[in-house]
């Protein structure tokens, strides 16, 4: 039980690049999050999923795109990488409603250079 | 949406001392209230959440209370140790469809 698991853990892209980060879960949640990490400024959710082939804007969706095709699994893409995007990308999910604790992957460390 | 102010920024601790750390929200419609710990360079972990029905629950050394009518919680740590040095942070539901965090405190425990 691996619990959740993000891929990659680090990586550097220059500006203008794109890539895709991969969450995936064991634990057969329906819900599933996308948050960025900033100094100071605690998690702030970008786009999160209710369900299979669902998802929804959060609170800083401009410059990323999400698809839940599968799921176990949640994708964060960044189709034109910007150093504002420059971040800690920690994937989260939960049991139907987030009214129950959410479990989240080890992150994975974006720089845009 | 739910917005969630937490405070203070930081704070630090005699080992030994008790911490407390607090937290406001904005939606009266929040029913769930999680509070996560995040040591340095892991991922954020749950240590204690509590339901609008209650007004107060404890798991050994740390406790969380609600004040539903005047919208905030907070998480009281006592007999703090060097391993509760963490970042600490507060967390409501929107509508029940995903977490609104707060921004964070910075505990610091002094040997």
């Known amino acids: 039980n691996a619990g959740v698991t993000q891929t990659p853990k680090f990586r550097v892209l220059k500006t203008g690049q794109s890539m895709t980060l991969l969450c995936a879960q064991d634990?057969?949640?329906?819900?599933m999050y996308w948050y960025r990490q900033d100094p100071g400024m605690g998690l702030r959710l970008i786009h999160y999923?209710?369900?299979?082939?669902?998802?929804a804007k959060g609170e800083v969706p401009d410059g990323y795109n999400v698809s839940r095709l599968k799921k176990q699994n949640f994708l964060l893409g960044l189709e034109s990488a910007a150093p504002s995007q420059t971040s800690v990308y920690f994937c989260a999910s939960s049991y139907p409603g987030a009214n129950t604790e959410a479990f989240f992957g080890q992150g994975t460390r974006l720089t845009v250079v | 949406g739910e917005n969630v102010e937490q405070h203070p920024s930081t704070l630090s601790v005699q080992e030994g001392d008790s911490a407390v750390i607090k937290c406001t929200y904005s939606d009266s419609a929040s029913n769930y209230f999680p509070w996560y710990k995040q040591e340095l360079g892991k991922r954020p972990q749950l240590i204690i959440d509590?339901?609008?029905?209650?007004g107060e629950k404890k798991d050994q050394r740390i406790a969380v209370t609600l004040n539903k009518t005047a919208k905030h919680f907070s998480l009281h740590i006592t007999e703090t140790q060097p391993e509760d040095s963490a970042v600490y942070f507060c967390?409501?539901?929107?509508?029940?469809?995903?977490?609104?965090f707060g921004p964070g405190t910075r505990l610091s425990v002094l040997p």
């Open positions: 967390a409501g539901d929107n509508y029940g469809q995903n977490f609104v």
């Open positions: 509590i339901r609008s029905n209650v």
């Open positions: 634990m057969n949640h329906e819900y």
């Open positions: 999923s209710v369900g299979e082939g669902t998802t």
